[in-house]
């Protein structure tokens, strides 16, 4: 029902060949959301595929939003209020979205957009970004980039999934010596949000330096605690922290 390329319907008929063949299969969760299909749709016509990893997708649609769309019009230049490039303003952003994660604010008033904004403008070492408004960051983030929308005088993003993949990005910016900061805090974090998907981009982003800074030492440090306990059951009680059991035979499969 997308009005895309209606000169061009044997296009269309590509993608949804391929969704029916392998897309809807691989990219489930982006297809079945109507916003994140539309950028599955994008992303196919400008690189002929869809990204096969989480971030990777994010990532194109960043710059397809950004710029890559523009340079499809001759003589246009996207305006920044902020004065920002697309890359820099990516960063910014990643920041603001690390700490409203970190916070799990997920809609902000006016006022909260500032005040992120503000804060991370702060620590800023240019002086020159020092000093941008944040009502400017907040036209580019809402208007240039479209990551974020007003409704209902509150700022939302455009899909909780681009939070998580921006709060991802950020973390992997991080130096090696913070790692381990970032590992306590997921490690800290409610397991329940089984749709939460933060901590898999990062992982695929920068695997080996997480391995290295976040998981072996969480693992030395677990097996360590379990030899001078119980042993395995140590282990069990650690890694699963409710236990479903039945008296007697039961019907089917038991967790």
Known sequence: KLKF???????KKKFRDALENRLFNTHKEFAENPLLLTFMLMTFERFGEVATQMHTFYE???DLLSKRHDALKVGFTRAYKSG???DRLKDIFAAFCAHTYADQKYNLTQHEMESYLSQILSQLRDERERLIPPADLIQDITSAVCMMYEEGQEYHFMHRS???YFCALSFSKQMDEDLKDIGDFFENRSRNQ???KTFKMFYDMIPEHVDKYILIPFLEDLFTKCDSAD??????KKMYHIFYY???ETEGETY
């Open 246 to 248: 039945d008296y007697g």
């Open 5 to 11: 390329h209606p000169e061009e319907p044997d296009f």
């Open 60 to 62: 194109e649609v960043y």
């Open 162 to 164: 681009f939070q998580e």
């Open 84 to 86: 920002l490039t697309p």
């Open 231 to 236: 042993g395995y059951w140590a282990f069990v």
């Open 194 to 196: 089984r749709s939460d």
